[in-house]
T-cell receptor, first 114, second 114 residues
C-alpha cells in the first residue's frame, strides 16, 4: 500500500529564510506527486504537481519541488519565504494510473515570523 | 465557476447518533473523494466515487459509507458515532480520478461528537 511521510511536523522560519520541506513516499511503481497548501481559514489548494518529464517542477508563489526517484522523495523548496507563506503543507501521491486514490502525508505546519 | 460546496459546515452530535454530510462538486466534475482530517494524522482517505460507483475505499470501518447521485453530488454517512469520529471531513472533486485530475477541495464539515 502507498504511504507518504513528511519529515517535519512544525517548522518555524524568519522571513527571507530558505525553506525545504521533506517528503518521502513508499510505492515501487510509477507515481504522480503533489504538494497541497492550506492557508489559515482557507481550503486546501494545489501548489504544484509532478506527472512526468523534468523532475524539477515549479508551482505557484515561487515554490518548486524536485522528484528524486532513487530516493523516493519529492521535497518542496522556496528560496525566500514570506509571512504570507504561513500555512500547512501536504505532500500527496497516487499510483500512476488514472483511477487510483490520492494519499496524503500528515502535513507540515509552517510558521513564518516577520 | 462555483467551487465545491459542503453542508453542513459545523455540526455537533452525541455518541451513538448518525450523521449525513453532503458535497456538491464543481459543475462537470464526476469524481468525488472524501477525506477525514485530524490534527497530527493529516488527511485520511475514506472513499472515492466516479459516475455513481465507488471506485476506491480507504481503511475505515463499515460505519462509514457513502454514495453518489446521478448529478455527481455525494453524501457520506457515519453511523453509531464515536468520540474519535470528531474531525473535519473534506470533500474533493476532480474532472477525472486520481492521477490526471487536480483535486478541488471544499471547506469541509467539522463534526464534533460529544
Amino acid at each position: 500500500a502507498q504511504s507518504v511521510s513528511q519529515h517535519n511536523h512544525h517548522v518555524i522560519l524568519s522571513e527571507a529564510a530558505s525553506l525545504e520541506l521533506g517528503c518521502n513516499y513508499s510505492y515501487g511503481g510509477t507515481v504522480n506527486l503533489f504538494w497541497y497548501v492550506q492557508y489559515p481559514g482557507q481550503h486546501l489548494q494545489l501548489l504544484l504537481k509532478y506527472f512526468s518529464g523534468d523532475p524539477l517542477v515549479k508551482g505557484i508563489k515561487g515554490f518548486e519541488a524536485e522528484f528524486i526517484k532513487s530516493k523516493f522523495s519529492f521535497n518542496l523548496r522556496k528560496p525566500s519565504v514570506q509571512w504570507s507563506d504561513t500555512a500547512e503543507y501536504f505532500c500527496a501521491v497516487n499510483a500512476g494510473t488514472s483511477y487510483d486514490k490520492v494519499i496524503f502525508g500528515p502535513g507540515t505546519s509552517l510558521s513564518v515570523i516577520p | 465557476k462555483a467551487g465545491v460546496t459542503q453542508t453542513p459546515r459545523y455540526l455537533i452530535k452525541t455518541r451513538g447518533q448518525q450523521v449525513t454530510l453532503s458535497c456538491s462538486p464543481i459543475s462537470g466534475h464526476r469524481s468525488v473523494s472524501w477525506y477525514q482530517q485530524t490534527p497530527g494524522q493529516g488527511l485520511q482517505f475514506l472513499f472515492e466515487y466516479f459516475s455513481e460507483t465507488q471506485r476506491n475505499k480507504g481503511n475505515f470501518p463499515g460505519r462509514f459509507s457513502g454514495r453518489q447521485f446521478s448529478n455527481s453530488r455525494s453524501e457520506m454517512n457515519v453511523s453509531t458515532l464515536e468520540l474519535g469520529d470528531s474531525a473535519l471531513y473534506l470533500c474533493a472533486s476532480s474532472s477525472l480520478t486520481g492521477s490526471t485530475g487536480e483535486l478541488f477541495f471544499g471547506e469541509g464539515s467539522r463534526l464534533t461528537v460529544l
